[in-house]
């Protein structure tokens, strides 16, 4: 087949020798691996928060109790600091967050007072903003709990009922599960595979490089001179890119799970099934646009133009819900949607059948930009 020669000879020029091998494929496998690798480890550093529970009664405790029970901190309990302590503490760096009960804070509860205890944080982050936001639910959530508690006749709380609700409320009576959709924690953090998915379409972006070089030198022109289709020529392009795209993600992918011992909680296989139908698409999206284009300069300027965006739009670096309607609509027309919410199926216990209908769009998206690249990209255009 035609195809066939054409991939291999654009194979050749990407890994044909010993610097296109370590330029072309090691390095920039190794240099995502390792900014994935580091971003793992910083995103596997758990905020570390001080708690002093200065009350002398025992509602404080029971406060305090609950903030223990978050996974996502880690919590260090001292009785023996005072307000000043735990600022320095913050403020030299060896805590990121402390929280202070106050002395009177189960008396002020019983009298029919919101007390409530203090945070201390360096500067405002999404991590410290919802610490303070579950504490002050929490406050709240005990303050509504004694004003039930309280007597309508001597306007005290009853201790006993007060702490029977207390531990009503802490054992949930009825628990949601989303059996269908199977959701992962990808989609609410997804950081380090909207990284991967960006550096894919950039490594993507530097094969089809040599296709925008056969086109200025005109080699080009001399195979459309060859009895060949234009659909060969774009589909053995297509190929040769594919192959080289695979090395890399292999590459990357044995450093990323065996040398830095990350997982998003899907197996090597299943993830390398997806970033390889994300492959498809990456590389159908790069062979569209070289067609729109004349030379290698405007091909990276408007790839910057579509990768990042698209990436944003997506939600590749935050959760996708905290962009508005329309947006999220308009990521159904990115490949990197589909990827991370295929990835986040299996992370949460999906199997291959709930996630056809993502690998299917991805492929869709190959389909049809490939088709597209095959008749845009042509040696008339070149200037």
Do not use: M
């Given at each position: 087949m035609p195809s066939l020669h054409i991939a291999a000879q654009l194979i050749r020029r990407t890994m044909g020798s010993r610097r296109g091998v370590i330029m072309n494929?090691?390095?920039p496998a190794l240099i995502l691996s390792l900014m994935a690798g580091l971003l793992t480890g910083l995103n596997a550093n758990k905020a570390i928060i001080v708690v002093n529970n200065a009350d002398q009664g025992s509602y404080g405790a029971y406060l305090t109790s609950e903030q223990g029970q978050m996974p996502y901190y880690g919590i260090l309990k001292d009785t023996k600091l005072s307000e000043n302590e735990l600022k320095e503490l913050v403020l030299a760096g060896k805590a990121d967050a402390a929280i202070y009960v106050p002395s009177d804070f189960s008396s002020q509860l019983l009298d029919g007072v919101r007390s409530k205890p203090v945070v201390y944080q360096m500067n405002e982050q999404l991590w410290n903003a919802?610490?303070?936001?579950m504490l002050s639910?929490?406050?709240d959530r005990i303050y509504e709990s004694a004003e039930l508690a309280r007597s309508s006749e001597t306007?005290?709380?009853d201790p006993t009922l007060l702490t029977a609700l207390l531990q009503a409320q802490a054992v949930p009576v009825v628990s949601a599960v989303n059996k269908e959709m199977k959701l992962?924690?990808?989609v609410s953090s997804p950081m380090m595979i909207g990284l991967i998915l960006m550096f894919l379409m950039l490594l993507v972006s530097q094969s089809i490089g040599f296709v925008m070089e056969d086109r200025e030198t005109r080699v080009m022109a001399r195979m459309y001179t060859a009895p060949l289709r234009s659909m060969d020529i774009a589909f053995g392009n297509f190929m040769g890119s594919m192959l080289v795209g695979t090395i890399q993600l292999v590459i990357f992918l044995v450093l990323l799970y065996h040398v830095f011992g990350y997982s998003?909680?899907?197996s090597f296989g299943s993830l390398l099934l997806v970033l390889e139908c994300f492959l498809f698409a990456a590389v159908g999206l790069s062979s569209a646009t070289a067609g729109l284009v004349r030379n290698s300069n405007q091909l990276s300027q408007i790839n910057n133009l579509i990768i990042i965006p698209s990436c944003l739009v997506s939600g590749c670096f935050f959760p996708l819900s905290m962009l508005p309607d329309f947006m999220q609509k308009l990521a159904n027309?990115?490949?990197?949607?589909?990827?991370?919410?295929a990835i986040d199926q299996l992370g949460g216990g999906g199997s291959y059948s709930d996630i056809g209908w993502q690998l299917l769009i991805l492929l869709l998206f190959a389909a049809v930009l490939i088709t597209f690249g095959s008749v845009v990209l042509r040696p008339n255009r070149t200037s």
């Open positions: 494929v090691v390095l919802s610490l303070a936001a639910a929490e406050v306007s005290e709380v992962g924690q990808i998003p909680g899907i027309f990115t490949p990197q949607k589909w990827a991370i919410q």
